[in-house]
């Protein structure tokens, strides 16, 4: 399989690039390819995906690994 990534934007949603499937709670599958972003504030009409509603509720978030 390919690598896959997760980047994490600060003040926005999750990059994920590579292949991967993304399963709702009742087990159905949006199978995905290359890059796509997750929604993180909430807030999305496309949720899980980003439609950038974040920019205008004012989402604030920007964590960083720690060693």
């Known amino acids: 399989m390919a690598e896959t990534t997760i980047k994490v934007r600060d ?7 590579g292949e991967f499937v993304v399963v709702d709670a ?11 972003a997750l929604c993180r504030c909430g807030h999305s009409a496309t949720k899980p995906f980003c439609d950038g509603t974040h920019r205008r509720e004012g989402f604030e978030s920007a964590p960083r690994a720690s060693g």
């Open 26 to 36: 009742e087990g159905n599958a949006w199978e995905k390819k290359g890059d796509v």
């Open 11 to 17: 003040n926005g949603p999750y990059l994920v690039q």
